[in-house]
């Protein structure tokens, strides 16, 4: 949200004492800023971004109206550059607040307004902040339309790649897993040089957390692209019964430009100390389409992918500790075909599973209480879904839920302790407001829940913490570039 005002200069003619003052043009602020989601414990959390432009100069004064519950926000500060220029302790208070800036600002320049959030703020409580007045010398200004801004409380939201992060010019593709000793292990695109899906150069890299998302590991590789049409991406992660985590992937000439002759070519790797180091991967091509000459499944067929974010695994039933990815598979038309991958020997061999959904995209599959394996596949509008009674070898049902109509775009299905579904999708007709859907029925109906991100969102995982917690690995991009933002919340902040 962009707003402009205009910052009187010079001396104004008071007409009389309860006059304004003269507004003068030399000097123009412009406001950036977002409502959304912070942190207990973050430091920093951007409320307002103003750029002031023209010329003049003098000392700023900020007064800012704060409602929110005590014990929420320790201070707010105005920084210009890396400085911090005004500073205000708001803990236990209220109401309207006044930044005075130690010394003079210039025309033009950039600062921020920034405020650190307390390590005990309630989950769920709300920062509200909205200007109420600016000065800059001794001359006022209003504000003319409102400059509010709210931050809803998480346990946990931290940035883990920003474009031209670590050398690279963007990233997608988040997955993220809990481990079976409590770690979380995030995975997704390097796209190095711009944010194309292969056959660009990209890369997949990881980072770990300890604390449940608080703090990352420095990123690391699970494989690098060697250059156009050698690169690799949309990792999707599962652990096997093992112990051992699994990431499946693909690589090479990409989906639309893959032939017999050049094929893109899918993955799977394996890491046995909790996603730190990865073993080379293991090519799975042949098991997937008649590359090599022998069919695997019926149609003509000429490339492969797995859907980013989690697999499966089975935990009930006759088939329980089998694994299970999706796939989409092209034809010709740009077309693709779901079916399910899954192995009953921990990721040692493979099996392809008969036609899922036709007409399809990227897909993602839970287990139901009756050890049904539901499937939801990404559509435009209404999303599809397909169930099988076999542990995901042939599927027998399948349908489009009315109650979900999203843009055609890959979120993440998971399964709760209590029997509830959580999926993540944009809750639009845009590339916007990724939001939690819930289904209390099996997957009969959804109701959106909550929105997880107000804005421009695209691809989200899901994943349950040790503690009962649920985090998500989430494209934001604001500013029309994605960054990768994970976030953890209560049951009880989606569900009430």
Known sequence: MMKRLIFPIGIALLLSSCAAPAVSEEMEAKFNTKSGFTAQGNKGELL????????????????????????????????????VIASKDVRGKGGRIVLKSREAVEAPCSFKVLADICCEAPEGAVLKAEVAQVRVGGDRIGTGDSMAVSKEVLLTRQCLFRPGDYGSSNYRIPAVISLPDGSVL??????????????????????RSEDLGKTWSEPGYIIRGEGYGKGYGDAALVVAGDGAVLCAFSGGAGVWASTTQNPQRNYICRSTDGGRTWDEPRDVTALIWDVDGRSKVPGKYHSAFFSSGNGLVLRNGPHAGRIIYTLSLAKAGYRLDNFAFYSDDNGHSWTMSELAYSDGDESKVVELSDGTVLMSVRQNGQRGWS??????????????WPDMKTNACNGDLIRLDDGTLLHSLTNSMQREKVSLFVSK?????????????????????????????????????????????????????IIK
């Open 387 to 400: 169930r099988s009674g076999d542990g995901g070898r042939t599927w027998t049902e399948s349908g489009k």
């Open 48 to 83: 307002y971004d103003i750029n002031l432009e023209g010329t003049g100069s003098g000392r700023l004064r900020l007064a800012l109206d704060i409602d929110a519950p005590e014990g929420v926000a320790g201070s707010v500060s105005v920084v210009l550059g890396d400085k």
């Open 186 to 207: 995030a995975v997704n695109d390097r796209r190095k040089y711009n944010e194309t899906d292969l056959p660009e150069d990209i890369d997949i890299v990881f980072k």
């Open 441 to 493: 029925d099996e997957g009969r109906s959804w109701k959106p829940a909550k929105c997880i991100c107000p804005y421009e969102s695209v691809y989200s995982s899901l994943t349950v913490l040790k503690d009962g917690t649920i985090g998500a690995y989430i494209e934001e991009n604001p500013d029309g570039a994605c960054s990768l933002w994970f976030m953890r919340f209560s049951k009880n902040q």
